[in-house]
């Protein structure tokens, strides 16, 4: 089967400063991954997804890291702001159909003014 | 556009009683999703639908849950009778079809003494 861990359940930056979360996952055959933010009290919000035939991905302040060789996946927020503050998940999924998605645990990100 | 809909937002119930979840998604959406998120944990599938009929179900405690969408607009999530364990917030996600992005509902956190 497919589990999903993360590094550090907590991360605390100061906003402006650039935030790394990171993600472990345990399927090599995974085929696609997805990042999502939780804010308290909301349902996860996808955030930037990556195929696994690709290593790096970028949107709007967020890049997304791929390295399969290590089973590792990493999401990048650049120039964070209080408004970021929430859990991040790591999805992963093998297959095509949504209903195989694995999440991971979480990570807590909180950004001090 | 309206998001997806989801009530109660809250319920406390004792253990042995019964509970329902009641969820509309976004209008046009062939596939619901059920999740069960523990705390500090994410979120779990527990069914699957397309349009009215069931595609995965295999992680639904069926000797408890249960789970209906019988004209394949909304859905409803039952759990009788309510284990201590059964504490958690249940999302309620939809989209297109299956393999198109998920969108979630806000959740119904559920307490079970």
């Known amino acids: 089967g497919e589990s999903v861990g993360l590094h550090l359940p907590t991360l605390s930056v100061q906003e402006g400063d650039n935030s790394i979360i990171n993600c472990a996952y345990s399927?090599?055959?995974?085929?696609?991954f997805i990042w999502y933010k939780q804010e308290s009290g909301k349902g996860p919000q996808f955030i930037i997804d990556?195929?696994?035939?690709?290593d790096k991905r970028q949107g709007q302040r967020v890049t997304v890291l791929l390295n399969k060789t290590v089973k590792h996946l990493s999401l990048q927020i650049a120039a964070t702001q209080p408004g970021d503050s929430a859990v991040y998940f790591c999805?992963?999924?093998?297959?095509?159909?949504?209903?195989?998605?694995?999440f991971g645990q979480g990570t807590i990100l909180t950004v001090h003014p | 556009e309206a998001g997806v809909a989801q009530s109660p937002r809250y319920k406390i119930i004792e253990k042995r009683q019964s509970v329902a979840f009641w969820c509309n998604p976004i209008?046009?959406?062939?596939?619901l999703y059920w999740y069960q998120q523990i705390l500090g944990q994410g979120p779990k599938l527990l069914i699957q639908?397309?349009?009215?009929?069931?595609?995965?179900d295999s992680q639904l405690p069926k000797d408890r849950f249960s789970a209906e969408r019988l004209k394949g607009v909304d859905s409803t999530l039952k759990i009788q009778p309510a284990k201590l364990e059964d504490s958690a917030v249940y999302l309620c996600?939809?989209?297109?079809?299956?393999?198109?992005?998920?969108?979630f509902g806000p959740g119904t956190r559920l307490t079970v003494t």
């Open positions: 996600a939809s989209s297109l079809e299956d393999g198109d992005e998920q969108y």
């Open positions: 399927n090599s055959a995974s085929d696609y």
């Open positions: 990556i195929r696994s035939n690709m």
């Open positions: 999805a992963v999924l093998r297959g095509t159909s949504y209903g195989k998605l694995t």
């Open positions: 209008s046009g959406h062939a596939t």
């Open positions: 639908f397309q349009n009215n009929g069931v595609v995965d």
